[in-house]
Nanobody, 127 residues
Framework: QVQLVESGGGLAQPGGSLRLSCAASGFTFSHYVMSWVRQVPGKGLEWVSGISSFGADTYYADSVKGRFTISRDNPKNTLYLQIDTLKPEDTGMYYC????????????????????WGQGTQVTVSS
């Protein structure tokens, strides 16, 4: 069955960096757009970044553009999120999510278009 397992979160200081990973299994990883979505305390889910199935195209929310870098290693079935210049407002649970449609152009337009989610990895930014 489809499985997504995130790792790499933790406690970091403002201005620091973290690299999140998402190990995927149970499906043909290279056929699907993948995204990172976060849940900030007291708020709903926020889409952060997405990457096309072969990694040629990347997409970012305005709030993270220039600080977050999404990438993928298809032979290793792994998705990454490099987070630099961390801010306290980056605190939250970070989830990787799989598109329900194969080889989509662009990113899914809403959360219901994702059909598999990981358990999340917590990122806490505090001095």
């Amino acid at each position: 069955q489809v499985q997504l397992v995130e790792s790499g979160g933790g406690l970091a200081q403002p201005g620091g960096s973290l690299r999140l990973s998402c190990a995927a299994s149970g499906f043909t990883f290279s056929h699907y757009v993948m995204s990172w979505v976060r849940q900030v305390p007291g708020k709903g889910l926020e889409w952060v970044s997405g990457i096309s199935s072969f990694g040629a195209d990347t997409y970012y929310a305005d709030s993270v553009k220039g600080r977050f870098t999404i990438s993928r290693d298809n032979p290793k079935n792994t998705l990454y999120l490099q987070i630099d210049t961390l801010k306290p407002e980056d605190t939250g649970m970070y989830y990787c999510a799989k598109d329900r449609v194969q080889l989509r152009g662009g990113v899914p337009p809403n959360m219901v278009e994702y059909d598999a989610w990981g358990q999340g990895t917590q990122v806490t930014v505090s001095s």
